[in-house]
């Protein structure tokens, strides 16, 4: 078992920036990907980014250059680094493990841009 602890939600005004991290526990060994993920009401929940066990990032179109997504194998904690943000980035963010094919989620933490 994998335990996710979101933090560094918040609101900020747009153009601003907030550092998310996501502290993993438990059963850590072999965690393959890490990734941030949102969800806004009444949307579905979207990939923002993710990142492998070697380094090899994703990022979707919406926040390239833009986010940017690390991970620090010796804290076992993954952060998404958000610069100049709009109020489209407004959602809960969550991040996501994937070890042996396994899923495992975070709680979330609220991200609110206002204009």
């Known amino acids: 078992q994998v335990q996710l602890v979101e933090s560094g939600g918040g609101l900020v005004q747009a153009g601003g920036s907030l550092r998310l991290s996501c502290a993993a526990s438990g059963s850590i060994l072999r965690i393959n990907s890490m990734g941030w993920y949102r969800q806004a009401p009444g949307k579905q929940r979207e990939l923002v980014a993710t990142i492998t066990d070697g380094g090899s990032t994703y990022y979707t179109d919406s926040v390239k250059g833009r986010f940017t997504i690390s991970r620090d194998n010796a804290k076992n904690t993954v952060y998404l680094q958000m610069n100049s943000l709009k109020p489209e980035d407004t959602a809960v963010y969550l991040c996501?493990?994937?070890?042996?094919?396994?899923?495992?989620w975070g709680q979330g933490t609220q991200v609110t841009v206002s204009s």
């Open positions: 996501k493990a994937v070890q042996f094919g396994f899923n495992y």
